[in-house]
């Protein structure tokens, strides 16, 4: 009888443990300092930090032209191939706060300037090895070379906002 009790208590046990470990990879985790930082000032003063580029003489008053943001699967080399701000997107089609996110890129686009490669959480081991990656919805900065500038974890808040606010 006592072998049954035991074996009745892990059939009870086993199903809730494995749920809670199913949950918790929807969880969010610390992100970079340096990136929380970063938006953390921007987000008490309300605006971005001034830029520090000297006033010239030969600069016109028409205004800058922007480019337009894109948001694009990403491939092997594709870094190195794109000019301007890049930011790696670690996606997972099975997590929530990662749809939110998808959803608003794919009906709002990119921010100008910015683009956005969508990186497949599950397939892609080796970016998350190489950037730090632990979590899906993790947004990584990166430089024309693929080299890591700032990482943040955005499950609190799967917004363009939050992605904008992010960059360093």
């Given at each position: 009888m006592?072998?049954?009790?035991?074996?009745?208590?892990?059939?009870?046990?086993?199903?809730?443990?494995?749920?809670?470990?199913?949950?918790?990879a929807?969880?969010?985790?610390a992100?970079?300092s340096t990136?929380?930082?970063?938006?953390?000032?921007?987000s008490?003063?309300?605006?971005?930090?001034?830029?520090?580029?000297?006033?010239?003489?030969?600069e016109?008053?028409?205004p800058?032209?922007?480019?337009?943001?894109?948001?694009?699967?990403?491939?092997?080399?594709?870094?190195?191939?794109?000019?301007?701000?890049?930011?790696?997107?670690?996606?997972?089609?099975?997590?929530p706060?990662?749809?939110?996110?998808?959803?608003?890129?794919?009906?709002?686009?990119?921010?100008?300037?910015?683009t956005?490669?969508?990186?497949?959480?599950d397939?892609?081991?080796?970016?998350?090895?190489?950037y730090?990656?632990?979590?899906?919805?993790?947004?990584?900065?990166?430089?024309d070379e693929?080299?890591?500038?700032?990482?943040?974890?955005l499950?609190?808040?799967?917004?363009?906002?939050?992605?904008?606010?992010?960059?360093?």
């Amino acid at each position: 009888m006592r072998m049954d009790a035991m074996f009745n208590r892990r059939l009870v046990w086993t199903p809730l443990l494995l749920g809670a470990l199913l949950l918790s990879a929807c969880a969010p985790a610390a992100s970079d300092s340096t990136a929380d930082q970063g938006s953390a000032e921007q987000s008490a003063s309300g605006e971005a930090p001034a830029s520090t580029a000297p006033d010239t003489a030969e600069e016109s008053d028409a205004p800058a032209p922007s480019t337009a943001g894109a948001y694009e699967d990403y491939e092997d080399g594709v870094i190195e191939q794109t000019e301007g701000a890049k930011v790696l997107f670690f996606h997972a089609p099975w997590c929530p706060q990662c749809r939110k996110l998808d959803d608003q890129l794919r009906a709002e686009g990119a921010p100008d300037g910015l683009t956005v490669f969508k990186v497949d959480y599950d397939s892609r081991s080796d970016l998350r090895q190489k950037y730090g990656v632990t979590l899906q919805t993790t947004v990584v900065f990166v430089d024309d070379e693929g080299e890591l500038l700032s990482s943040t974890v955005l499950y609190d808040d799967p917004s363009i906002e939050s992605l904008v606010a992010a960059a360093p």
